[in-house]
């Protein structure tokens, strides 16, 4: 109750007329995130649609925190990986606390920056616009720090998060009405300007804490990229002890935020089913061809190696730039499956084909949503004709 009379004393110098009016997004923000936000339907304004809404105790807020939650095994792994790929790298016989404490260090950096930059730009926006802060960005801020590399600087990211939040959402009226992933959006941002620090063949692992030293290892992706011949097991991959991306190596530590999102019903189970039937008939198909060395590693590597089991959970899942029908959700993970391996073993450049097949099919979700509404239209309106001659006859 003491905090709740805190926030009570201050709201009136938030409120209309008050001394800090122009700041009322911002004091709505930093409450809605203690309590439930006081907006309700009610009121002679709303008195002709009573009993029609649909009450659920699932808000945005607590679908957020769902997804955090579903976050932190890969989250909790990537900063362990972080001090176990160093104190390999560096010869040190690190114990498992020290080496979890050298990857909090390293990734704290990189979580304060990505939410210091977006929340102040979504806070400046809110108060601009006069509405409430959204969300989202809790989610969203927190992807972008598992998604890059730990050596990564602090500079670079913060103008990648800037592009994201305010060329992938803001331009579009804020959360909700982005067609893009922002987090992937950030990570785009990084890859094509900066692709030396993003690259799956150069740098992975800090060699020091403060990120002034540095170790040249390639990644698997990074491996077969440059035409070397994988130096790791897929047991090691699936387990996630490789250097890569911060958090999204572990596909056992992403199958367990799966299972989370799956239980409490955020993700959609389409989507990723969808996705892995994609990804390995696509992996199938090159197989078959085996035109060069890339296309005759099992489909079954395609899943374990860079991100597309973090991509699969995480973004192709996201429920604003994803496609929102049944049939659509379907054709939507399929193909992103499919162009995120063809994209890696058709050219190689790109070996990071998830980020890309993800980006892409978030521009066609519409219009695949428009064409299964619009052939459910045809279908009702041939159903409804054959009825109306039966009907005559």
């Known amino acids: 109750?003491?905090?709740?009379?805190?926030?009570?004393?201050?709201?009136?110098?938030?409120?209309?007329?008050?001394?800090?009016?122009?700041?009322?997004?911002?004091?709505?923000?930093?409450?809605?995130?203690?309590?439930?936000?006081?907006?309700?339907?009610?009121?002679?304004?709303f008195a002709r649609?009573?009993?029609?809404?649909?009450?659920?105790?699932v808000d945005l807020k607590r679908t957020i925190i769902t997804v955090v939650i579903a976050l932190m095994p890969a989250l909790l792994f990537g900063m362990w990986n972080i001090g176990h790929q160093t104190s390999i790298s560096n010869g040190?016989?690190?114990?498992?606390?020290?080496?979890?404490?050298?990857?909090?260090?390293?990734?704290?950096?990189?979580?304060?920056?990505?939410?210091?930059?977006?929340?102040?730009?979504?806070?400046?926006?809110?108060?601009?616009?006069?509405?409430?802060?959204?969300?989202?960005?809790?989610?969203?801020?927190?992807?972008?720090?598992?998604?890059?590399?730990?050596?990564?600087?602090?500079?670079?990211?913060?103008?990648?998060?800037?592009?994201?939040?305010?060329i992938g959402k803001e331009v579009f009226g804020g959360s909700g009405y982005n067609?893009?992933?922002?987090?992937?959006?950030?990570?785009?941002?990084?890859f094509f300007s900066y692709p030396s620090r993003m690259s799956g063949e150069n740098v992975w692992i800090a060699a020091d804490l403060w990120g002034t030293d540095a170790i040249t290892c390639a990644t698997p992706l990074g491996q077969l990229m440059s035409g070397q011949p994988l130096q790791v097991s897929a047991l090691d991959m699936f387990i996630g002890t490789i250097p890569g991306c911060?958090?999204?190596?572990?596909?056992?530590?992403?199958l367990l935020g799966a299972v989370i999102l799956l239980l409490t019903g955020i993700a959609s189970w389409r989507i990723m089913l969808s996705v892995v039937i994609g990804g390995g008939l696509m992996g199938l198909l090159f197989n078959t061809i085996g035109a060069n060395d890339y296309m005759h590693i099992p489909f079954y590597y395609h899943?374990?190696?860079?991100?597309?089991?973090?991509?699969?959970?995480?973004?192709?899942?996201?429920?604003?730039?994803?496609?929102?029908?049944?049939?659509?959700?379907?054709?939507?993970?399929?193909?992103i499956g499919v162009f995120a391996v063809m994209l890696r073993v058709v050219n190689p450049a790109y070996p990071e084909g998830m980020m890309l097949a993800i980006l892409l099919m978030n521009c066609f979700a519409p219009l695949i949503d428009h064409c299964v509404v619009a052939m459910n239209i045809r279908k009702r309106k041939k159903r409804w004709a054959i009825a109306e001659r039966r009907n005559i006859r």
């Not at 649609?49 to 659920?56: M, P």
């Not at 989202?136 to 939040?165: H, N, Y």
């Open 303 to 335: 899943y374990l190696m860079g991100g597309f089991a973090f991509g699969c959970v995480f973004m192709a899942t996201d429920p604003v730039t994803a496609a929102h029908t049944n049939t659509g959700k379907w054709i939507y993970g399929f193909l």
């Open 92 to 166: 040190l016989d690190w114990i498992f606390w020290h080496q979890i404490w050298f990857g909090f260090l390293r990734l704290l950096p990189i979580i304060a920056v990505s939410y210091i930059v977006g929340l102040t730009i979504e806070f400046l926006f809110a108060e601009i616009r006069h509405e409430e802060v959204s969300e989202g960005f809790i989610g969203t801020g927190l992807i972008i720090s598992m998604i890059v590399p730990v050596t990564i600087p602090l500079w670079q990211l913060a103008l990648a998060v800037a592009f994201a939040v305010i």
């Open 1 to 45: 109750m003491t905090l709740r009379n805190f926030f009570d004393k201050l709201k009136p110098n938030f409120s209309k007329g008050g001394r800090f009016e122009k700041l009322s997004s911002t004091f709505e923000a930093f409450e809605s995130f203690a309590y439930t936000p006081n907006t309700i339907t009610g009121g002679e304004k």
């Open 246 to 254: 911060t958090c999204e190596t572990s596909v056992v530590a992403i």
């Open 179 to 190: 067609i893009l992933n922002p987090a992937l959006l950030a990570r785009a941002f990084l």
């Open 49 to 57: 649609y009573r009993g029609c809404h649909i009450r659920d105790a």
